[in-house]
């Protein structure tokens, strides 16, 4: 083979490694950039609805409004459910969108079924990770509920 013909090659390998490298790279940024965009999305959304579970659930322990409410925002664009605990670790409201897996069915409920409120029922202070669902990642926030004395009466989880 020519000398030529060698760099030429060898040139050509290069270039293909470097832009097989800098793709990985930029698709493992825009991941990162994606999950950020979520969970700042999901920061503003938990905030409003713990100022609504602060009235429904923290203030007036009604149960129907607050299985109601969590039935609307669950089954809104991206949100896979809500899930309302007692300070014991109890469900009390479980949205219908992870009751009723006709409605999703691309999702399982399961996973966010298994994620564990007792860390922010000690604490008090918000959760949030991501937990591999069967097709894709699911984000979820757990977040404490008070009372307006500012009194531990609960935890939810939004994912």
Same mark, same amino acid.
Do not use: C, W
């Given at each position: ?31 990162? =950039? #994606?999950?950020?965009? +979520?969970?700042?999305?999901?920061? *503003?959304?938990?905030? $409003? /609805?713990? !100022?609504? &579970?602060? %009235? ?21 664009? =991206? #949100?896979?459910?809500? +899930?309302?605990?007692?300070?014991? *670790?109890?469900?009390? $409201? /479980?949205? !219908?969108? &992870?009751? %009723? ?59």
């Amino acid at each position: 083979m020519k000398l030529g013909t060698k760099l030429i090659v060898y040139l050509v390998a290069t270039v293909i490694l470097v832009m097989m490298v800098h793709g990985y790279l930029s698709i493992r940024q825009d991941k990162e =950039n #994606i999950y950020r965009e +979520i969970r700042v999305g999901m920061r *503003g959304l938990t905030r $409003a /609805v713990h !100022a609504a &579970l602060t %009235d429904l659930y923290g203030d007036d322990q009604n149960l129907e409004g607050t299985q109601e409410f969590i039935d609307k925002v669950g089954s809104r664009g =991206n #949100i896979h459910g809500l +899930i309302v605990y007692d300070t014991s *670790g109890n469900r009390v $409201a /479980v949205s !219908a969108s &992870l009751k %009723d897996i006709r409605a999703f069915p691309d999702l399982d409920p399961e996973p966010v079924f298994q994620i564990d409120p007792g860390p922010v029922l000690e604490d008090g202070k918000e959760l949030d990770g991501y937990i591999q669902g069967s097709k894709q990642p699911i984000y979820y926030r757990v977040e404490p509920i008070f009372n307006s004395d500012r009194q531990l009466v609960g935890a939810f989880i939004l994912a």
